[in-house]
């Protein structure tokens, strides 16, 4: 007997084959089984808790985590296509915003999120993805029908990474209840290294500076995102942790990724007041960056709540070095 009861529907998801789409799946647009892999991610790391699923941050990072890794970053697409056209498949319904008009045509993601409050899948199916055999076993059912064995041996690893470093940063969001400590030990270094891949750590710590920055660089204060919803938002060490700094949120801030850049130049920084610092050699050789220049001296882009502040032992630490490169 047959104890997945929506195996047909989730077996014959509505795709395009008329491209060429490769082996990698079975010829056949990933757009439904990326974006249902990323709910079920969702569902496991406990934020998508109920059948109405929104078009939120989670939902198209973990998206696009699959994508570029299977399909590769030159290859575009966006989230609004498989979020849309999933409403071909009987469990998936879309919400429109009161009084908003429905669509007649496939929209921009500008659209969907102006038009569609959120989506409804059905409550019985996603009773048996909240339960954890069940949904192992559609995970496992959308790989098998929908990508080849390397593939599928590919994903796994990338479910794995999902889940670790969502739990990564949900550790490290709940440290800032304790005392602050700039550095690691250096077994405590060895025993996170040992533990958590390089990937893991990078992209919890990413997750964690994102969620209290709301996705805005503490700079320019500007949430970058492509032209499909990927955000460029980075997570920066302010202490390095090749320099045995700690993971923990208070010695981060979310920067773009220029200005990630720069910050790790030591063209800028930030001082333990919170107000921007150029380097003398930017003030006088830029060209070009009057709107960067005219951030010396004004405060950065703060959390709202004041436990994630930018630690100032780590930030003083920073300065001197900062001052010793100047």
């Known amino acids: 007997m047959d104890t997945l009861p929506y195996r ?90 009161e009084g908003a008009r429905p669509f007649s045509s496939s929209p921009s993601l500008g659209s969907l999120r102006k038009r569609v409050e959120h989506v409804e899948i059905n409550p019985d199916l996603f009773r048996h993805f909240s339960d954890s055999q069940e949904r192992n076993r559609y995970r496992k059912l959308l790989l098998a029908t929908y990508f080849n064995k390397e593939t599928a041996e590919l994903l796994e690893d990338l479910i794995s990474l999902n889940r670790l470093s969502y739990d990564y940063s949900e550790g490290l969001l709940e440290r800032v209840a304790e005392p602050f400590e700039k550095y690691v030990s250096n077994d405590e270094k060895r025993y996170i290294e040992q533990s958590y891949k390089r990937q893991v750590r990078d992209k919890g710590f990413r997750q964690a500076l994102r969620r209290i920055y709301k996705d805005t660089c503490v700079l320019c204060r500007s949430s970058v995102v492509t032209r499909t919803d990927e955000s460029l938002i980075d997570g920066a060490h302010i202490i390095p942790w090749e320099d045995k700094g700690t993971d923990d949120p208070r010695n981060g801030l979310a ?53 994630f502040m930018p630690h100032e032992d780590a930030l003083i630490e920073r300065f001197k070095r900062f001052q010793e490169i100047n």
């Open 255 to 307: 920067l773009c990724k220029t200005h990630h850049w720069m910050f790790d130049s030591y063209l800028l920084t930030i001082k333990p007041n919170y107000q921007i610092k150029l380097s003398a050699w930017l003030k006088k050789e830029g060209k070009e960056i009057d709107h960067t220049l005219a951030w010396d001296g004004k405060e950065i882009l703060l959390p709202v709540e004041e436990r």
């Open 8 to 97: 047909n529907e989730l077996t014959s998801l509505r795709s395009d084959t008329t491209h060429d789409w490769g082996e990698v799946t079975k010829g056949r647009a990933p757009h439904k089984p990326f974006l249902l892999l990323s709910i079920l991610d969702g569902i496991e790391s406990g934020w998508i808790t109920n059948h109405q699923i929104e078009l939120s941050r989670d939902l198209t990072d973990t998206f696009f985590t699959y994508w570029n890794a299977i399909m590769g970053k030159d290859r575009i697409t966006t989230i609004a296509l498989p979020y849309y056209h999933m409403q071909s498949e009987p469990f998936w319904e879309l919400v429109y915003k």
